[in-house]
């Protein structure tokens, strides 16, 4: 009877870890699925990134491109989001481009998950949610919280030492780093793939200006700036002034020639595009934040900054408030509306039009499920 009972207990353990290798499985498998976005009428058309670089066919590297365009020719735009999954305004920002704007003149390039990789998995020991959901008229939107870095099962194992695409040398797990591996490389990694894809496409389209839309740690020195490669410091002047105007305080960062892989600087070298990254204050990515937690990721409130802020830790003001992730992509939308507008200014030649992009200022008011079509939509 004893080895009855414990064959019993022995297959009903066996059971229970099946039953629980399984329901793992299914979360794990969640994360691979890509959320649905829903274009405006304005979309010309949807690509894949292998369409500017085959070698991307059939790899998880792989992701849409949005293109609008209007019927008179102008000036082309490249915005990219997603470049790290764990930066949601960015991504975010994207989002709402695609779902909202018309371009009458000139073509847009919107590519939200650059790094779709990224979106497949979260950052380890972080603790940090699967993703989050913003309100909509209609329902619940979720939109995926993923990794700063490639997926390791994508693309293993990290080299000691990295030496990427520009000579630059860096430790092993930055060859995962999307905004590290430019110009990229046809043969190279699965992440300097991609970066050479980007690369690939900013040439085919021959774009004119380049927006690469990013978020950092409130105590990141580089934050709430306005990062430009050296031909661009017109353009990133003139929209400082306007930004200031309306109420949003930038820094001017000037692209440093000693850091080598990163879009703002390889962009303008290699492709001498207008070369533009926007970075926000994220507290849900920074080292001084408190537990993981949605409220964190969405009202970006946390009483760890609210001190830190008070010893002058901090390069922004955080009180109880926090920062918002509205505030965030508000913050990144009207800074792509006055570069748009200032790049009108500097090149009346290459104009480019655009209706129905989401305001700042409705966005901080109104919130910005109010611009994301709502989940039931086909």
Not at 267 to 274: F, S
Request: net charge positive; charged share 20%.
């Amino acid at each position: 009877m004893k080895g009855l009972k414990d064959r019993l207990i022995s297959g009903l353990l066996l059971l229970l870890s099946l039953a629980l290798c399984f329901f793992s499985t299914q979360k794990f498998r969640e994360q691979h699925k890509k959320e649905t976005l829903f274009p405006s009428g304005g979309l010309a058309s949807r690509e894949m990134l292998s369409s500017y670089f085959p070698g991307l066919i059939d790899t998880p590297g792989d992701t849409e491109v949005y293109i609008y365009g209007g019927q008179n020719p102008g000036g082309n735009i490249l915005i990219l989001g997603g470049a790290h999954p764990n930066e949601p305004a960015g991504y975010v920002t994207a989002v709402l481009l695609i779902e909202n704007i018309q371009v009458s003149q000139g073509k847009i390039i919107v590519i939200p998950r650059a790094n779709n990789s990224g979106f497949t998995h979260s950052e380890p020991q972080e603790g940090n949610l699967r993703g989050y959901s913003l309100e909509t008229p209609g329902g619940k939107r979720f939109f995926r919280f993923g990794s700063r870095l490639t997926n390791p099962i994508h693309q293993w194992p990290d080299p000691t030492l990295y030496i990427n695409p520009s000579g630059q040398k860096l430790s092993g797990q930055e060859s995962r780093n999307l905004n590290r591996c430019y110009p990229g490389k046809p043969k190279g990694y699965l992440t300097e793939k991609i970066a050479f894809a980007i690369m690939e496409i900013i040439k085919k389209e021959k774009i004119d200006l380049a927006i690469d839309l990013h978020e950092a740690a409130p105590e990141y020195p580089v934050v709430n700036a306005i990062v430009f490669h050296e031909n661009s410091a017109e353009l990133a002047s003139y929209s400082l002034m306007e930004l200031q105007q309306i109420g949003f305080e930038f820094r001017l960062e000037l692209s440093p020639n000693n850091l080598r892989g990163l879009s703002h600087r390889e962009w303008g070298d290699h492709a001498q595009v207008m070369a533009i990254l926007l970075e926000t204050a994220n507290p849900s990515q920074g080292r001084l934040k408190g537990k993981s937690s949605l409220s964190l990721i969405i009202e970006g409130k946390d009483r760890n900054y609210s001190k830190a802020a008070k010893f002058g830790l901090l390069f922004v003001p955080f009180d109880g408030e926090g920062i918002p992730i509205k505030l965030r992509v508000a913050r990144h939308l009207a800074a792509i509306k006055i570069l748009l507008s200032s790049f009108n200014e500097l090149n009346p030649e290459k104009r480019i039009e655009v209706n129905h992009m989401p305001s700042s200022s409705q966005v901080k008011l109104k919130g910005i499920g109010q611009f994301l079509c709502p989940p039931y939509r086909k």
